[in-house]
């Protein structure tokens, strides 16, 4: 079947999700096709999305980006996972760290051994078995060894915090070397093609008229292609996940360099806390309908670090998705196309996926069908599955210090999660579903550090004597502390690896 290439590529609006897809289009497509990036300097980007997950290494790593010179030129530091403080009951505090739990013993998942030898009294706290959990406790850092084999220390898996706008900067800088063109103007009108819709341009308040193929929306939750213009529609979760606005707010650095993102749960919301190198990234996302926005910004203020370097800025939001990703020759990415609050820090893998989903579903002028069906069903997948997974978060919640936390943990939540909870809370199983982002040990860690019972665990576990096992997990946390032991501060490494220049606040 004869096809014809698309020849121009459209990127409307720039920020973190238009010049991740810059980057990553210009690498894999190796010049063959033009890509035009138009963004406008009037639009600000919203900027906050400064935590990231352990996928990010990968991105990097396609795109050609070197660690140390990334972390420099972002002000960036390393995370080993999300410090939850407040959210089971009041005062509760545990980790999502990244990577393994234990060991494997047999056929059956480590956490089924611990679980039986913790209800004896007979376990540590499952932190002292995650040697991510355990470096962040000690303020430890540093990548898995490549010479070193059968070790905790090759189970270290990481991510970054760093400054968002910095990365953008950083991405734009990489993308015009490699020759995508970048036009600075606003875009005032946009142009369909009679008969099918098809978007042909986009015409900018200088009167210059920008033509392509194929068309990203990254324009933010505008959503100016997708929506304003091709009328997709949005999906409103916002009846699982009610809050729907955020104060943000930088403060100055702590004594200490922490190497995990921290959040805290307040009364009709969360805080985060993200540590970078010249300054500390903060922000509480709330429910205007359980709390004033300035009570919102009274509580972030009284639970920052050190003095704010700024006025809090107000984002509103409505957390869904596009009913589709993909609508005729436009594709949303970014906050175009969704959005879910940062909880997990996944807004920037969303974008990492939904290009790499384009990449696989690259197309030509005849736009199949049924590759854009498919696109989009992958898209909803993964946006459906970390909805469940943050959804985790608030209906698993023992509170009753206020009306939000109440209806939290009394509102029905998807099938989907509810399937999760039932296999939990029957013998502690947590099955994944297909390719979901998040593996078992983060729904386990956030099941358990949420304090969500079971009647019981795996029994084949009883084929191994108590004794055995009590020795087994021993030797696990023993191996895990020594490895703690030897690892370097966080702060030291970022200052010996990829210290950033001093920045004028």
Request: glycine share 8%; aromatic share 10%; hydrophobic share 40%.
């Amino acid at each position: 079947m004869q096809t014809t290439p698309i020849k121009t590529i459209v990127i409307v609006g720039g920020g973190t999700s238009g010049w991740m897809t810059a980057a990553a289009l210009s690498t894999i497509l190796k010049g063959r096709y033009a890509i035009r990036l138009v963004e406008s300097d009037e639009i600000g980007i919203i900027g906050v999305g400064e935590a990231t997950i352990p996928m990010i290494q990968r991105f990097n790593k396609i795109v050609g980006i070197d660690e140390s010179e990334f972390l420099k030129e972002t002000q960036g530091t390393f995370k080993l996972g999300i410090e939850f403080v407040n959210w089971g009951k009041l005062g509760d505090r545990y980790m999502h760290g990244f990577g393994r739990i234990g060991q494997d013993l047999w056929t059956v998942p480590f956490e089924q051994y611990w679980r039986k030898m913790r209800a004896l009294g007979k376990a540590q706290d499952l932190e002292a078995y995650s040697i991510t959990r355990m470096a962040s406790k000690a303020n430890k850092f540093m990548p898995p060894p490549s010479d070193v084999s059968n070790s905790p220390l090759n189970d270290i898996a990481y991510a970054y915090h760093f400054d968002a706008s910095l990365y953008a900067k950083y991405l734009r800088k990489l993308c015009i070397e490699r020759g995508v063109v970048r036009t600075e103007g606003k875009i005032v009108q946009v142009t369909q093609r009679e008969g099918d819709g098809y978007v042909d341009a986009v015409v900018l308040a200088s009167g210059e008229r920008v033509e392509g193929d194929l068309f990203i929306d990254c324009s933010g939750m505008r959503g100016l292609l997708i929506e304003e213009t091709l009328k997709t529609g949005y999906e409103d979760w916002s009846h699982w996940l009610p809050c729907d606005r955020a104060l943000a707010v930088p403060c100055e650095s702590a004594a200490t360099l922490t190497p995990y993102t921290r959040s805290t749960a307040h009364r009709a919301g969360w805080q985060w806390r993200i540590p970078l190198q010249h300054r500390i990234g903060n922000g509480h996302v709330y429910c205007s309908k359980a709390i004033s926005d300035d009570e919102a910004a009274a509580t972030l203020l009284a639970n920052l670090d050190g003095k704010p370097l700024a006025d809090p800025r107000l984002f509103k939001f409505t957390v869904g998705m596009r009913k589709k990703a993909w609508n005729r020759n436009v594709i949303a990415i970014g906050l175009a196309g969704g959005f879910l609050e940062p909880l997990e820090s996944t807004s920037i893998h969303l974008v990492q996926a939904a290009v790499s989903q384009l990449i696989e579903f690259f197309p030509d002028t005849g736009f199949s069908a049924a590759d854009v069906d498919e696109y989009n069903r992958q898209s909803r997948f993964h946006f459906e599955r970390i909805r469940d997974f943050i959804i985790l978060h608030y209906k698993a919640n023992q509170r009753d210090d206020s009306e939000f936390w109440k209806a939290c943990a009394n509102m029905e939540v998807p099938q989907t999660l509810t399937e999760k909870l039932n296999l939990y809370r029957s013998r502690g199983r947590i099955v994944r579903f297909d390719n979901e982002l998040f593996a078992e040990t983060g729904w386990l860690q956030v099941m358990q550090g949420q304090n969500l019972p079971t009647e019981g665990y795996n029994t084949l576990v009883d084929l191994q004597s108590e004794e055995a096992t009590v020795e087994y997990l021993e030797s696990v946390r023993a191996v895990i502390a020594k490895c703690v032991d030897v690892m370097p501060d966080h702060a030291a490494y970022v200052a010996r690896h990829c210290a950033a220049p001093k920045l004028k606040m």
